[in-house]
C-alpha cells in the first residue's frame, strides 16, 4: 500500500471514526453529567434563560466590548471565515458530495472564496498572537491550546497551497493534515465547537431560573 | 512513374528544402528566394508595423500571439535581476556576520526597573506583519531561486508542487501584508517623524563611528530609515502584488512587467532590510527583543539607546523601582509585565 492510497483510505477511515465516536462520546458524557437538582423556587423559566444564555454570549457584556476589541473581531473574522471555508469551498463541496454524504450544494464564487480565506486567516493569527503576548491569555493559556492553534493553522495553510488543485502531493498533505486534526479534535479544546452550545444553555438555563439576567 | 521521374522528383525536393534552411542568412550570391513563411512569422510578432489583429478572446494582449517585448524582460530577469538579487540577499548576512565578529552584541547591564515601551497593539500588529512577510518572503525567494536552488538538487517534479504551493500561498497572503502594513503604519507613524537629531544619528552610524552612543527619542535614525523604508517599499510592493494577484484588471501589459519589475525589487531591496533589523532586534543588541515580546524594556536599555525618551519618561515618573513583590510575581507569571494600560 502506498502512502497516497494509506491517506485515502484506511487513515481516512479510522479519523472519520474517531471524530465522530469521539465528539459523540464527548457530548454523551456532557450530557449524562447532570447537575444538582435546584430546590430554590423558581423565578423565571428555565428555557428562556437558556436562549438567552445562547444567543447574549454572542456580544460581549457592556463595559467589556473596549478590552475585548481584538478578541472580538479576530474571532468572529477567523470563525466567520473558517465556517464558510468549510462548507462552501468549492473543493470541499465536491468532497462533500462524491466521498461524504452523495449531495453538494452551491459553492462560494472564488471572490468570496479568497475574501474568507484572508479573514479566517486573519482572525486566527490575530488571536494566536494576542495568546502569546497578552501576559493574561499567556498566563492561562496550555500547549492544548497551542497545538489546536497550530494544527488548525496547518489545515488552513495546506489546504490554500492545494488550491491550484494541480498536484496530487499538495492535495494529499492538505487530506493527512486534516485526517490528524480529525483525530486530536475529540481529546482537546477545540470540542468547543460543539460544547460552547451546552455550556451557555446550561450557564443560561441555571440563571434564568434563579431570575438572574446577565 | 519510371526511375528518371523518380529521381528528379527527389532532387528538386532536397534543393527546396536546402533553400528553406538558408533562409535565415541572405545568399552569397544568385537569386534570392525569400520563404513564404518568413512573412508570415514576421506578422506573428509584430515586428516592424504591427498590423492590428483581431479575435473573439477577451482578455489583455489576446490578439497578440508572440510578445516580444515579454521574452526580452525574461531574459533579463533571468540574467540581471535573479543575479543581482542573490548577490544582495547573500552579500548583506555576510556584512552583519562581519559586523558582529568585530564588535560584537551590545551588552545590556540590567537595572531591574522596566518601563512599558510597547503596548499589546503595537506588539500584535508588528508580529502580525512580521509573520506575513517572513512567509511572503520565503515563498517569494524560493519562486524566484527555485529553478536555480532547488531544481539542480531535488529536480523538477520536486520542484513542480513546491512552485505551485508557494505561488498558491504568497497569493493569498499578499493582501493580508497590506492590511498589516497599515495598521503597523498607523500605529507607529507618529513616532517616527523625522527630526534633526535621527540625521546627526544616521552621519555617527548609530555610534559606530567615533564610538559615542549619539542622542535619540523613541525611535532612533535608524529604526526611522528601517520604517520609511518599510511604508515606501511596503506600499510599492502590495500595490504591485494586487496587481499582479488580479492580472485581468491591468490595463496593459507592460503595466504588469513594470509591476514584476518593482515587486521584485521592492521584495528584494526589503528582505535585505529586514536582515539588519532582525539582527539588531535579536543578537545584535541585548535586551531589544524583549520590548516587542513582553513590552517592557530595562531602564539601562533605555537609557543607552533612547536616551531623551529615557529622560521624557523619568520627567513623568513613569520609571519607578518595582517593588520586590511584585517584581516576583512578574517573575513566576514569566510574563515581564506591569500590566496593560501603563502607557
Redesign the interface.
Same mark, same amino acid.
Given at each position: 500500500m502506498t502512502l497516497a492510497e494509506l491517506v485515502d483510505g484506511p487513515l481516512w477511515t479510522v479519523a472519520l471514526s474517531v471524530f465522530v465516536a469521539g465528539v459523540a462520546w464527548r457530548l454523551l458524557v456532557l450530557i449524562g453529567t447532570g447537575w444538582k437538582r435546584d430546590l430554590s423556587h423558581p423565578r423565571s423559566g428555565s428555557l428562556g434563560g437558556a436562549i438567552r444564555g445562547v444567543v447574549g454570549r454572542f456580544l460581549p457584556r457592556q463595559g467589556m466590548a473596549g478590552r475585548l476589541r481584538?478578541h472580538l473581531v479576530a474571532g468572529y473574522l477567523f470563525h466567520l471565515g473558517l465556517f464558510a471555508l468549510l462548507f462552501f469551498a468549492a473543493p470541499h463541496v465536491d468532497f462533500y458530495r462524491d466521498r461524504l454524504f452523495g449531495f453538494g450544494w452551491t459553492p462560494l464564487p472564488h471572490w468570496a472564496f479568497?475574501l474568507a *480565506?484572508?479573514a479566517a486567516?486573519?482572525g486566527l493569527?490575530?488571536l494566536w498572537?494576542?495568546r502569546v503576548?497578552?501576559?493574561v491569555t499567556?498566563?492561562i493559556s496550555e500547549s492544548g491550546d497551542h497545538a489546536a492553534s497550530v494544527l488548525t493553522f496547518l489545515v488552513m495553510?495546506t489546504g490554500?497551497? *492545494?488550491?491550484?488543485r494541480?498536484?496530487e502531493?499538495?492535495r494529499l498533505l492538505h487530506f493527512f493534515v486534516v485526517e490528524l486534526f480529525m483525530i486530536y479534535f475529540p481529546f482537546s479544546r477545540l470540542m468547543h465547537s460543539f460544547s460552547f452550545l451546552l455550556s451557555r444553555a446550561a450557564q443560561g438555563a441555571h440563571y434564568g431560573r434563579r431570575g438572574v439576567r446577565v | 512513374m519510371n526511375a528518371y521521374g523518380l529521381l528528379w522528383g527527389l532532387l528538386l525536393a532536397l534543393l527546396s528544402t536546402a533553400a528553406q534552411a538558408q533562409n535565415d542568412t541572405p545568399p552569397q550570391s544568385g537569386i534570392w528566394i525569400p520563404n513564404p513563411g518568413a512573412d508570415l512569422w514576421k506578422a506573428v510578432r509584430q515586428r516592424g508595423q504591427p498590423e492590428p489583429s483581431t479575435t473573439q478572446v477577451q482578455g489583455l494582449d489576446s490578439n497578440q500571439l508572440i510578445n516580444v517585448a515579454g521574452e526580452k524582460f525574461r531574459d533579463w530577469r533571468r540574467e540581471r535581476f535573479i543575479r543581482y538579487a542573490a548577490y544582495l540577499l547573500a552579500g548583506v548576512p555576510v556584512v552583519i556576520l562581519i559586523f558582529h565578529l568585530l564588535h560584537g552584541a551590545m551588552k545590556l547591564e540590567p537595572s531591574g526597573r522596566k518601563l512599558l515601551r510597547f503596548d499589546?497593539?503595537d506588539?500584535?500588529a508588528h508580529?502580525?506583519l512580521a509573520?506575513?512577510f517572513l512567509f511572503l518572503a520565503f515563498t517569494g525567494l524560493l519562486m524566484l531561486f527555485g529553478r536555480f536552488v532547488i531544481v539542480p538538487w531535488l529536480g523538477l517534479d520536486a520542484f513542480?508542487?513546491i512552485a505551485?504551493?508557494?505561488?498558491?500561498?504568497h497569493n493569498?497572503?499578499g493582501?493580508?501584508f497590506l492590511?498589516a502594513l497599515l495598521w503597523v503604519f498607523l500605529r507607529f507613524v507618529a513616532r517616527n517623524l523625522p527630526a534633526w537629531r535621527d540625521v546627526v544619528w544616521l552621519l555617527k552610524g548609530g555610534g559606530v563611528l567615533g564610538g559615542e552612543h549619539p542622542s535619540a527619542g523613541f525611535f532612533n535614525g535608524g529604526e526611522k530609515l528601517w520604517f520609511w523604508s518599510l511604508a515606501v517599499f511596503g506600499l510599492l510592493l502590495s500595490l504591485s502584488g494586487l496587481l499582479l494577484d488580479f492580472p485581468s484588471y491591468a490595463p496593459s501589459r507592460e503595466l504588469l512587467v513594470l509591476a514584476l519589475v518593482v515587486h521584485g525589487a521592492a521584495a528584494v531591496i526589503l528582505v535585505a532590510f529586514s536582515f539588519g533589523h532582525i539582527y539588531m532586534g535579536t543578537a545584535g543588541v541585548e535586551g531589544t527583543l524583549e520590548g516587542m515580546?513582553? +513590552?517592557t524594556v530595562d531602564a539601562n536599555w533605555a537609557r543607552q539607546h533612547h536616551d531623551q525618551w529615557y529622560d521624557e519618561m523619568v520627567r513623568e515618573g513613569r520609571l519607578e523601582a518595582l517593588p520586590e513583590a511584585q517584581e516576583n510575581r512578574v517573575d513566576e507569571?514569566g510574563?515581564g509585565?506591569l +500590566?496593560?494600560g501603563r502607557t
Open positions: 481584538l479568497v *480565506a484572508e486567516f486573519l493569527m490575530l498572537l494576542n503576548l497578552n501576559p499567556r498566563l495553510l490554500c497551497l *492545494a488550491l491550484a494541480s498536484h502531493t499538495l | 499589546l497593539y506588539r500584535v508580529w502580525l509573520t506575513v513542480s508542487p505551485s504551493a508557494s505561488k498558491e500561498g493569498l497572503f493582501p493580508l492590511v515580546r513582553d +513590552g507569571t510574563t509585565q +500590566g496593560e
